[in-house]
């Protein structure tokens, strides 16, 4: 079945640095993919997302590429701040409401 | 309104009993999802409904049984469950059926004893 393999399952990194968390998926008729922040406690709230007619999208200090040809996209958050720590999930859909989500990764932004 | 709402926020119950866990969201959204969660773990998807009709069930128990009265409420109604069950149960509304962003309700915490 189809699947999302998602990576590192936890990063630290010090406040200002940035962060990568990168994501793979199986099904080559994905073509949604959205990334997903859940804090301790909370719902999952969608950050930014992208879909393949476009290779990369940008919102102020957050940035999502995607590599049709490869199955992968990545999250990328420069200048990280304190309350960038959460669990990120990505995710692919590729049928009407199904979205498949990776496993998580814990990002902890040491001050 | 731009949110999904979910009540209650907690429920505790026995593995005899029978509750209802209620999500509404008033944002025209005509699809709508019931998600299990597990502590660390991904969602999993349930249910999905589109346009008030059952269009995925993800070979759920049927012990967990949704209902969708109309465009802005879902239920999930539970009977007989395990401790196993016990999760974080998360309900999502997208605007269409199609491949668009969900928005999730804030969750129920269920404990099965």
């Known amino acids: 079945g189809e699947n999302v393999e998602q990576h590192p399952s936890t990063l630290s990194v010090q406040e200002g640095d940035s962060a990568v968390i990168k994501c793979t998926y199986s099904?080559?008729?994905?073509?949604?993919f959205p990334w997903y922040k859940q804090e301790l406690g909370k719902r999952p709230q969608l950050i930014i997302d992208?879909?393949?007619?476009?290779g990369e999208k940008k919102d102020q200090r957050i940035a999502v590429t995607l590599n049709k040809t490869a199955k992968h996209f990545s999250l990328h958050i420069t200048e990280t701040q304190p309350e960038d720590s959460a669990v990120y999930f990505c995710?692919?859909?590729?049928?009407?409401?199904?979205?498949?989500f990776g496993s998580g990764t814990r990002l902890s932004i040491r001050p | 309104d731009t949110e999904v709402t979910q009540t209650p926020k907690h429920l505790v119950m026995g593995m005899t009993n029978k509750k209802s866990l209620k999500c509404e969201q008033h944002?025209?959204?005509?699809?709508m999802y019931w998600y299990k969660q597990k502590a660390k773990k991904p969602p999993e998807l349930m249910f999905v409904?589109?346009?008030?009709?059952?269009?995925i069930n993800e070979s759920v128990p049927s012990r967990f049984s949704p209902e969708c009265p109309n465009s802005s409420l879902l239920n999930l109604h539970l009977h007989a469950l395990q401790p196993e069950d016990s999760a974080l149960y998360l309900c999502?509304?997208?605007?269409?059926?199609?491949?668009?962003?969900?928005?999730f309700g804030p969750g129920t915490r269920l404990l099965v004893l």
């Open positions: 992208i879909r393949s007619n476009v």
């Open positions: 999502a509304s997208s605007h269409g059926a199609g491949q668009e962003t969900q928005y």
């Open positions: 995710a692919a859909s590729s049928s009407a409401s199904k979205i498949i």
């Open positions: 099904d080559s008729a994905s073509n949604y």
């Open positions: 944002m025209g959204h005509r699809a």
């Open positions: 409904y589109s346009y008030e009709k059952l269009s």
